[in-house]
């Protein structure tokens, strides 16, 4: 049987810890509501997946390529929908909202580092 009593020893997780296993399950969390909510109503189900996926960081030519899709399908719908070509923009400007926020987590975890000892031994994150 498992114990489920951890020693005070175990149960401290490092900000870094903390902060990818916070990032997962954001990352994992947005995944799930997109897929379940029609985040943009008006367009097809196809083009809400094509969104879900350059959201995700996938180029054009890799979400297209996701959907079965010639490489050009997502510049035609951008040039010919302009609801499409909207959700897009709105996508672009979320998605350069998390690469921002990405770039500042690790910046905390040096300011951390450079406060504690160098003899003290670096733990190693376990969720990665």
Same mark, same amino acid.
Request: zero cysteines.
């Given at each position: 049987? %498992?114990?489920l009593l =951890?020693?005070k020893?175990e149960?401290? $997780?490092? *900000? =870094?810890? #903390?902060?990818s296993?916070?990032? %997962? ?5 947005l995944?799930?509501?997109e897929?379940?909510?029609?985040? #943009?109503? @008006? !367009?097809t189900?196809?083009k809400?997946?094509? &969104?879900?996926?350059i959201?995700? @960081?996938?180029? #054009?030519r890799r979400a297209a390529?996701? &959907?079965?899709? +010639?490489? /050009?399908? %997502? /510049?035609? $719908? ?9 959700? &897009? ?11 921002r926020?990405?770039? !500042?987590?690790?910046? *905390?975890? +040096?300011e951390?580092k450079?406060s504690?000892s160098? +003899?003290?031994e670096?733990?190693k994150?376990? %969720?990665?």
């Amino acid at each position: 049987m %498992i114990n489920l009593l =951890e020693t005070k020893e175990e149960s401290i $997780w490092t *900000s =870094e810890q #903390y902060q990818s296993a916070l990032k %997962i399950f954001a990352q994992e969390l947005l995944k799930r509501r997109e897929i379940i909510e029609n985040r #943009y109503p @008006g !367009l097809t189900d196809e083009k809400n997946t094509a &969104l879900v996926f350059i959201k995700e @960081g996938r180029s #054009y030519r890799r979400a297209a390529k996701a &959907l079965g899709k +010639n490489h /050009t399908i %997502i /510049t035609q $719908w951008l040039k010919n929908d302009p609801k499409f070509k909207q959700a &897009l923009e709105e996508v672009k400007m979320e998605r350069q909202k998390f690469i921002r926020l990405q770039a !500042l987590l690790p910046q *905390s975890g +040096n300011e951390e580092k450079t406060s504690t000892s160098e +003899n003290v031994e670096e733990i190693k994150d376990p %969720i990665t």
